[in-house]
């Protein structure tokens, strides 16, 4: 067995009264997730809070101590809800302040006679920081230390991880196989399934059951870090599909 | 001014690697918090966490001495990767078992051979627990203390939240007034809007701006727990759009 990296973990802080009242449904956390895992980067934890500094400052500090990196979304923008760059200087106890590198980027962007007081409050940086490039609509996210503050907006957000990514140090590469089987009922195969658990050091079995108006079935999912190990134990869950009578269909790899 | 009941606060913990691995979008925090807006109870914080038991546990006290409620989604299977009714056991520090009344439940869905044993895990419940009823599959969710321990499936979840609604002791119900305006841009109200923010005690404004292949704009939403509060705060919010020059939508009132 050869010597694999270690495994590098990440939280995520998802940042908005919106995503707790339910009025948005977030999906920066898969994106996130996809988009690090072939990294070598795992998320291990996030969490949702609402815009306000001092829970937003407890749980970034909660989680850069904990964790490798730290990624928010959310509360950058130019209105009064907008808290998540105070929060964070109030999180690291540093100044926060408009940078003339910020400001630039908005001075190219924006007319002269738009650049108002709530446009500029985009600009305001914690002390120590370096800024992350927006493609879309330009007013820059931060990094301070190991915690990366990114939009909240989807589009946006996914722009500026592009910015995140090179940045970033990962370590070994949790990849999966994942078989679907229609008409599988979990119970079914629980036993053989820890079974192959047992079997497997190294790589972690997960089972997803499915309903739709046209069935029911189960997903079975193997991850690990180690690629000859995954292989292995992807061609055992086929085994154990088509033990159970039947025909495994592999979803993605 | 009349009194308004007091804010009860709660927290979602939804569990599952397969949340944190991108393989699942998570919609069961909007659904719960949609579920319990009405019956005055907000979602103050959310937390995603994987099938770890003590990483699960700790959540579960962190969250648990919080706020007023805490409900669980995931984990609850018959598969060997289902710890959820361990780690709250543990969390709490009872022993957990097959029960007679969880197991008389299954045994009346499932035929006599098919009550294996890894299907009679999911009778097994927490000392001093009660049960949540399950009207999709069965197999019953549980309540103990504050804590509502539920399926992770969406229609399952679902189902179960009927059974904890009647439970729960609600607070003041925070409403929202929300309004639409096509080609708003956020730094152009902002100034505006935190005036109405300082105006409006017992108020809080947000603003959400949208980005589609047809065009942009923002959301700007009143949420308060005061009805004519409220009231004043969305005819404002309607003039603050028109004095853009932009004709308001009212999204949802």
Same mark, same amino acid.
């Given at each position: 067995?050869?010597?694999?990296?270690?495994?590098?973990?990440?939280?995520?802080?998802?940042?908005?009264?919106?995503? /707790?009242?339910?009025?948005?449904?977030?999906?920066?956390?898969?994106?996130?997730?996809?988009?690090?895992?072939?990294?070598?980067?795992?998320?291990?934890?996030?969490?949702?809070?609402?815009?306000?500094?001092?829970?937003?400052?407890?749980?970034?500090?909660?989680?850069?101590?904990?964790?490798?990196?730290?990624?928010?979304?959310?509360?950058?923008?130019?209105?009064?809800?907008?808290?998540?760059?105070?929060?964070?200087?109030?999180?690291?106890?540093?100044?926060?302040?408009?940078?003339?590198?910020?400001?630039?980027?908005?001075?190219?962007?924006?007319?002269?006679?738009?650049?108002?007081?709530?446009?500029?409050?985009?600009?305001?940086?914690?002390?120590?920081?370096?800024?992350?490039?927006?493609?879309?609509?330009?007013?820059?996210?931060?990094?301070?230390?190991?915690?990366?503050?990114?939009?909240?907006?989807?589009?946006?957000?996914?722009?500026?991880?592009?910015?995140?990514?090179?940045?970033?140090?990962?370590?070994?590469?949790?990849?999966?196989?994942?078989?679907?089987?229609?008409?599988?009922?979990?119970?079914?195969?629980?036993?053989?399934?820890?079974? /192959?658990?047992?079997?497997?050091?190294?790589?972690?079995?997960?089972?997803?059951?499915?309903?739709?108006?046209?069935?029911?079935?189960?997903?079975?999912?193997?991850?690990?870090?180690?690629?000859?190990?995954?292989?292995?134990?992807?061609?055992?869950? /086929?085994?154990?599909?088509?033990? /159970?009578?039947?025909?495994?269909?592999?979803?993605?790899?």
């Amino acid at each position: 067995m050869t010597d694999t990296p270690r495994l590098v973990r990440a939280a995520v802080l998802l940042i908005g009264d919106e995503l /707790l009242s339910g009025r948005t449904q977030d999906t920066n956390l898969q994106t996130i997730a996809k988009y690090l895992a072939p990294l070598g980067i795992q998320i291990a934890e996030a969490r949702v809070v609402p815009d306000v500094p001092e829970t937003i400052a407890a749980a970034v500090n909660a989680l850069r101590t904990a964790y490798d990196y730290v990624f928010t979304t959310g509360g950058i923008g130019p209105t009064h809800d907008d808290k998540t760059a105070d929060s964070v200087a109030l999180a690291f106890g540093v100044g926060i302040d408009v940078r003339p590198d910020a400001r630039a980027i908005l001075e190219a962007h924006y007319k002269t006679t738009d650049l108002n007081e709530a446009r500029l409050r985009m600009a305001r940086i914690p002390e120590g920081a370096s800024l992350i490039a927006n493609p879309v609509s330009k007013a820059p996210g931060f990094q301070l230390g190991n915690v990366f503050v990114m939009a909240g907006v989807p589009t946006i957000m996914r722009g500026m991880l592009d910015d995140v990514g090179p940045r970033l140090e990962g370590g070994a590469v949790v990849a999966s196989r994942t078989v679907r089987g229609r008409g599988l009922r979990e119970g079914d195969l629980a036993a053989a399934l820890a079974a /192959l658990e047992a079997k497997h050091a190294g790589v972690t079995f997960g089972s997803y059951p499915w309903f739709s108006p046209d069935g029911y079935g189960a997903h079975l999912v193997a991850r690990s870090a180690d690629p000859a190990a995954l292989e292995a134990a992807g061609a055992d869950l /086929l085994a154990l599909v088509r033990n /159970l009578g039947v025909e495994p269909e592999i979803v993605e790899s």
